[in-house]
């Protein structure tokens, strides 16, 4: 493994150092993550440069979900807030801590996108019907 001297601003290394200790590993672990996240997500190239705040995160299936920059907020999930739920733009942002114009890029993002969105929304729900019938037969 190679070394590297990295100078970071003394606010973002307490901010690091402060999410190192949370997820339970050293600050070098954490930068390691961070930084192979990263690469990944460049190296995958799926980012829309159309939509600068969405990124994409591999989840627990190991499948590309789209999610708010900087954040665990799925775009799906904010999909299914203002469409199914009926919640305006202002609801969403307050319930998740975020800002409406992250929120307003998530929604542009799932008009542009409706089929992948869609098919993500259909994975999970399928998922769950499987989690939950397999957890009733147990009953």
Do not use: C
């Not at 954490?30 to 190296?43: H, P, Q, R, Y």
Request: avoid cysteine.
């Amino acid at each position: 493994m190679a070394r590297y001297a990295l100078n970071l601003p003394h606010q973002l290394k307490q901010e690091a150092e402060a999410w190192a200790q949370k997820q339970g590993v050293s600050l070098n672990q954490f930068i390691l993550w961070a930084t192979a996240e990263k690469v990944g997500a460049l190296g995958q190239q799926l980012d829309d440069p159309e939509f600068p705040q969405i990124t994409y995160r591999r989840g627990a299936s190991g499948i590309p979900s789209p999610v708010i920059r900087g954040t665990g907020v799925r775009v799906q999930a904010v999909a299914i807030a203002h469409e199914r739920w009926g919640m305006s733009v202002m609801e969403i942002a307050e319930e998740y801590g975020l800002v409406q114009r992250q929120i307003e890029e998530a929604l542009a993002f799932v008009a542009d996108h409706r089929a992948e969105i869609e098919a993500n929304i259909a994975v999970e729900e399928q998922i769950t019907d499987e989690a939950r019938l397999s957890g009733g037969a147990r009953d």
